[in-house]
Each structure stands twice: as C-alpha cells, then as structure tokens.
C-alpha cells in the first residue's frame, strides 16, 4: 500500500511550539492517531481524533485535520525537553474483514534546551 | 497495571533458531495485531489475529516464518522461525481494550537481536 508519509526530523527550542505533519493515505480513514516513541521505550497513544472533526486539543496537544488534502498535524505547545522522541502518525485502514492502524514513517523531534 | 504485558522484553537468539512472543491483554478482546519496528524504522504490520481462526497475513510475511497462535480472547502468541540477523527488530503486539475509545494500545515491545 501506499506510505503514511512524515518529515524524518524536526528541532526546537524549549519553549517554543512544535508541529509535525503528516499526510495519510485513505480518505475512509475514521480515526487517526498520533504516537510517541521515546528511546528504548514502547509506544504511547498520545491522541486521536475522529474524521468528522477539524480540530481536537488535549491540554499541550492540538491535532488539525485538513481531509480534503488528507493532511493531519500536531501541534506541541510550550515544548519540553521531555518531548524529545519519535513521533508517528497513524490512520485506520480498511483490511476487509477488519481495519488495521497503518504507520507513518515517523518524525524526530529534538528540543534544544 | 499493564493493560498489555508482552513477554520476552528483550532476547539475543542463534541463527536458526525460533523464538516465541507472548502478548496478554487484561480484558477480552476479538483482534490482536503484531508488528515488526526493524532498526531505525516505522512500525510494519505484520498480521491480525482473531480468536478462533487463522491469522491474517500482510503482504511480505507468511505463516510459516511467523506463526501465530490465538487461543482466547485475551493471549496470543507470535513465534519468528528459522531466525537470520535480518529479523533482528522490536516486536509489539497491539489491540483496543474494552473501554478506552478507538485507542489501539501495545505491548513494551520485545527487543530481538539475532547473532
């Protein structure tokens, strides 16, 4: 199938504001999500937000969904040094008999104190 | 508590060997996911498994490499087969809890390096 696709990497300063982009692939997704990956750990769910919304914040976290351009973003407010990690989009695939959750190629976040 | 506790956390295995994951969810649930995260890459989904029948392989990976057991509604089990370096990668299982939205959650994932 055709690849989530993410910039490689992105570095910040402490304080400022992060956005990382995503462009997904399937139009009938009904969720997408957004994980984080720090070194040597497992997988966290940070959010998801349901297709028929533009916009979802969850207190640091604002996700934006563009469906017309199949574009999904992350915003991190007031960004920390603790949010270094490996940032992947994901969106829900129809597998016929089951939906599957489809990676993006993930994103490097560096934040320079 | 770990909504899903995933076994081995890490391993170093011999060429041509077999190792077997296990993945135990705290809640009943019809689908389970394993994935291959090979060094420095996304994660690739490598089947889905549904209690009661057969696994559902993606493209690029078969059963007889990467057998999967599902034997209830909350453990399954992945084995690597017949290992080479090349499958030296992360492991995670994953599925949506009972009562947590459309999160998909995952395991810790299990750490295989194979010499």
């Known amino acids: 199938g055709e690849d989530v696709e993410q910039s490689l990497f992105l570095s910040v300063r402490e304080g400022d504001s992060s956005v990382i982009n995503c462009t997904y692939t399937d139009s009938s997704s009904t969720y997408l999500y957004w994980y984080k990956q720090e070194p040597g750990a497992g997988l966290q769910l940070l959010t998801y937000?349901?297709?028929?919304?533009d916009m979802k914040q969850d207190q640091r976290l604002t996700v934006l969904l563009n469906k017309k351009d199949k574009h999904l973003s992350l915003r991190i407010a007031d960004t920390q040094t603790g949010d270094s990690a490996i940032y992947f989009c994901?969106?829900?695939?129809?597998?016929?008999?089951?939906?599957?959750?489809?990676f993006g190629t993930g994103t490097l976040l560096a934040v320079q104190p | 508590s770990a909504v899903i506790s995933q076994k081995p956390s890490r391993d170093i295995c011999q060429r041509g060997t077999s190792l077997t994951i296990q993945c135990q969810v705290d809640?009943?649930?019809?689908?389970m996911f394993w994935y291959r995260q090979q060094p420095g890459q996304s994660l690739t989904l490598i089947a889905t498994?549904?209690?009661?029948?057969?696994?559902?392989?993606e493209s690029g990976f078969v059963i007889d490499k990467f057998p999967i057991s599902r034997p209830n509604l909350t453990f399954s089990t992945l084995t690597v087969s017949n290992m080479s370096p090349e499958d030296s990668s992360i492991y995670l299982c994953?599925?949506?809890?009972?009562?947590?939205?459309?999160?998909?959650?995952f395991g810790s994932g299990t750490r295989l390096t194979v010499v």
């Open positions: 994901a969106e829900i695939r129809d597998g016929g008999a089951t939906n599957k959750l489809i």
């Open positions: 937000i349901f297709s028929n919304m």
């Open positions: 498994a549904n209690q009661g029948s057969e696994a559902t392989y």
């Open positions: 994953s599925a949506v809890p009972p009562g947590r939205g459309y999160g998909y959650t």
């Open positions: 809640s009943q649930v019809t689908m």
